[in-house]
């Protein structure tokens, strides 16, 4: 009995990990880092080929950065960043080399429910949100706020509700595109249920009280009608158009936007005048907070913008190389958007890449490990999902279509 459990621990060790990433965040992101430190000695050990991609060309840009931080500002705290970008470097190299179709299913299947769980975990908040140790190892103690008494927003198990939001809307994605697999197979009994978790999702990202968060939900149904019938899409944005006073007042914390908005002008401001203090390498994550603090004698963990913080902790090497992946991944995604072929994934990907970026533009989610790791998986199988599409002809950019041409 024990064997067959050792032996389907170590045969699902991925999976129990990302289904712990929900149920025990802690844990669950130490199992995915050493999961990616493993792999990375594994592969430096076997000498294996690795291609250069365009998130793992991102990610050794953060990693060169950071140590270039930790020299030029002699700290060598700096160098745990550093560590961190070796264990999602191995992570990423263990999606494109190793995982299958199935792989990214069981991912995407497992956030949908972590996306329930979250939604579920709502009506006993009040007490979930305290910070006790066994709320910490559950996610669900609220970080970043002083007063936990009645607070109204979703946390989840995301120690945040910026955090949960940014889960909820990849779950969300997934959740869409399956949809529309099953209308184009007139499953309507699959259809009548995903429905219901829908609406149980879009109410839970409504309840976690984030304007970006809403305002990405839209976005993400406008690319849902085109990919699914383009006369709904004219429709639904039309309406989005003449009604626009009306969403707005379903917005959550509508009263306060522009001075929401005003208060994240001036964070980004500070940061933008942090970067050009150290322009090159920046300051790492750890080292923002402690710049900040001194510099602006206020306390602000991130930028509060994808863009901004990646050029204030990892320096212009990092923000520069974040825009040349944005830009190849828009002009990969455009590729596909328009064509009629319908791929297994293709639904799945065009929904959900979007949500990094457009809640990167308000806020700095890929901040928490744990959204960070879900973020990785996504980018490593969508790099491998289309390593077959040709970019200026620079094979480097691209991994060998005969080596996984059957997860497409």
Known sequence: MMMSLSVFAKKHFMTISIILCFLLPPLGVTLMLLIGCYSLNKAWKNRLKVNLTPGLFLLCCMFISSLGAGVVMKDHSYFL???????????YIKITKECVMKTFSVYKWITIYGCLYFYGLYPFQEVTIHPTIKNYLAGTALLGVGDVNHYPRLIGAAYNPNFSVTILLLGLAFLLAELLKNLRNAAYVKVGFQSIAIIAIIHAIILTGSRAGFATMSIIFVLFCFRWNKVVTLLFTLMLAVQYKFILEWMPRNENLFESAETRKDIWKKSFDLWQEYPLFGMTPLGFR???VYMFHEEIPHAHNLFLAMFAEYGALGGVALIVVVLI?????????LIKYQSLNL???LLSLPVIFLTGIFDYVIFSPQVAVMAILLMASWDKYTARIPLWDLQFFSIPYERYRYYL
């Open 81 to 91: 960043v550093s560590a961190l970008m070796l264990a999602y470097i191995g992570l």
């Open 290 to 292: 402690e710049e900040y």
């Open 329 to 337: 991944n828009i002009y990969k995604a455009s590729s596909l958007f």
């Open 347 to 349: 639904d799945t990907f």
